[in-house]
């Protein structure tokens, strides 16, 4: 053996009872499982009052420019995250054009910055999977982003798709998922994923779930109408006979208060119909996207550019505060906007700085303007690269939900700007310290299924997400007494404590406490083409 872990509390990620074994990897895998009798290895790891569990799988991560950029990857490693999903919310950076990388680069600053002198080599998924097998820390799987599709085949227009267009969306979705993507992910409260009818929807399902891969969706409201956006996805899944997975599955804003329940009762009734089902969520309350999402569609119609141009024109910009003030935005989920728990985390421009940390409203007040003239400025000065975190949620909701059986866990964690949510750097350590070991709201075992072996069921990945003979060597080593989340909003760029050690393929990327650098990972491809 090249590693041995000796006296390990195994939880496997079945959600079956821990036991005790000595746990032995060998070129990558788990080769041995011993119970009773003691393993030798070229290294002996005293796992003695230690869960030794397999890697955490993050449904839902953001961190599809930044892993290229910095491929050691510490924000996840440190917690014990070994894999990944990326290309969520309908937005990300394959397949594209040349048109197409532009727009996003600018829309998605706030998610992942628009680093100086990167190298963008590729244009396909496959040229974009092959740029992971570079060499990253983690694994990384990828969905296809039907709002990225839409805006290289269809433009930024709030219209229905030609059938000529329509066909292409379809071939290119088929296209991408045989060069290796999971699924197809949507964001259909940013534009001009937003565009998307329920019939577009379907028919793109329709082929993702032909060639084996799962809808992600970021429905249409987590605010007013919340349930019957669950409801339109649910739909979509019908009709396509497409695996459904729900993104960052919650029920947020004033008018959403107790109403997890509700949510949890229509999932239950379709999954006894005979739905494929899943969801992700992450356990904190506040959310966190860039900034400029909160604009009604059709002030962004068109893209970046064309949204400036709007908030410049004082009748256009007056219309824009009107929709996010009084009616209900449909991109801050059709409730008027409390200016109060939207707080900037992010700019580009240091001219900006001394609005971070702050609430849109705070800052007015301080500079004695209107709010929503602050929020249009900084978005121009900006050019729209800056991003928020929306104080909207409900414990009781995080909690009922993460006790569903179809959860797993996903951080939806952005990692660049002043300050990040710190669900970056420390979902899993959290859900392991507060709600199983003080709040008791998961059993360990039941905890670490869900962010493990139902993560890796999900992504049909036969030889991850367990303690296992044979299995790929993805494990994390962690003190159940101590394990925890240091991340904080004033400081969210801290890693967990309690968690000594973590592989990815059998090669340490935490060891012994200290983060290594190595960069073993490499992506994980569609299985079902």
């Known amino acids: 053996m090249d590693i041995a872990f000796r006296g390990a509390t195994v939880v496997d990620g079945t959600g079956a009872p821990r036991y005790r074994a000595d746990v032995g990897v060998q070129a990558g895998r788990i080769a041995e499982i011993a119970t009773g009798r003691r393993l030798d290895a070229t290294r002996v790891v005293d796992a003695t009052g230690l869960v030794l569990a397999p890697g955490f799988i993050d449904m839902h991560s953001h961190s599809d420019l930044q892993v290229l950029a910095k491929p050691d990857h510490l924000a996840k490693v440190s917690q014990g995250v070994t894999s990944e999903v990326y290309g969520q919310d309908g937005l990300s950076y394959a397949p594209v054009n040349d048109e197409t990388l532009a727009g996003l680069r600018a829309q998605l600053a706030g998610w992942n910055d628009d680093p100086a002198g990167f190298d963008w080599n590729w244009r396909s998924v496959g040229e974009y999977l092959d740029r992971l097998d570079q060499g990253i820390a983690v694994n990384a799987a990828y969905l296809l982003p039907q709002g990225t599709i839409r805006m290289m085949v269809v433009g930024w227009d709030a219209r229905p798709p030609t059938e000529s267009e329509m066909d292409t969306m379809r071939e290119v979705v088929a296209q991408g998922l045989r060069e290796g993507a999971m699924g197809l992910s949507s964001g259909l409260t940013y534009t001009p994923g937003m565009y998307a009818d329920t019939a577009e929807l379907v028919a793109l399902c329709e082929v993702t779930g032909k060639l084996g891969g799962y809808y992600s969706p970021h429905h249409r409201s987590y605010g007013a109408g919340a349930l019957e956006a669950y409801a339109e996805m649910v739909d979509v899944s019908r009709r396509s006979g497409c695996p459904l997975h729900l993104a960052h599955a919650t029920m947020n804003f004033p008018v959403n208060k107790g109403r997890g329940v509700e949510l949890l009762a229509l999932l239950d009734e379709a999954i006894a119909d005979g739905c494929d089902i899943t969801l992700d969520t992450y356990p904190y309350l506040p959310g966190a996207t860039y900034l400029s999402a909160l604009l009604p569609s059709w002030s962004t119609e068109?893209?970046?550019?064309?949204?400036?141009?709007?908030?410049?024109?004082?009748?256009?910009?007056?219309?824009?505060r009107a929709d996010l003030e009084e009616n209900g935005s449909d991109g801050c989920h059709g409730v008027p906007?409390?200016?109060?728990?939207?707080?900037?985390?992010?700019?580009?421009?240091?001219?900006?700085?001394?609005?971070?940390?702050?609430?849109?409203?705070e800052s007015a007040r301080t500079a004695g303007r209107p709010p929503a003239e602050l929020y249009f400025d900084v978005l121009i000065d900006e050019r729209m690269g800056t991003s928020c975190l929306m104080h909207v949620g409900h414990e009781d909701n995080v909690r009922a939900i993460m006790k569903h059986p179809a959860h797993t866990g996903g951080s939806d964690g952005i990692l660049v700007g002043e300050r990040p949510h710190p669900r970056s750097w420390g979902t899993f350590p959290r859900y392991l310290a507060r709600y199983v070991r003080e709040l008791g709201v998961l059993e360990l075992e039941e905890c670490v299924a869900h962010l493990t072996g139902r993560a890796a069921n999900r992504l049909r990945l036969s030889d991850r997400g367990l303690v296992r003979e044979g299995y790929a060597a993805d494990l994390v080593l962690f003190d159940p007494d101590t394990v925890a989340d240091t991340a904080t909003f004033d400081e969210p760029r801290q890693v967990a404590t309690g968690i000594p050690y973590v592989l990815v393929n059998g090669v340490p990327v935490i060891d012994d406490g200290t983060h290594t650098g190595a960069t073993p990972g490499h992506s994980l491809r569609n299985p079902g083409v």
């Not at 068109?302 to 824009?320: F, K, L, Q, V």
């Not at 109060?340 to 609430?359: C, F, P, T, W």
């Open 337 to 361: 906007v409390d200016w109060d728990s939207i707080e900037i985390n992010g700019v580009r421009r240091d001219a900006n700085l001394h609005l971070v940390g702050h609430s849109v409203a």
């Open 302 to 320: 068109g893209g970046p550019d064309a949204a400036i141009a709007r908030m410049s024109d004082p009748d256009t910009r007056e219309r824009i």
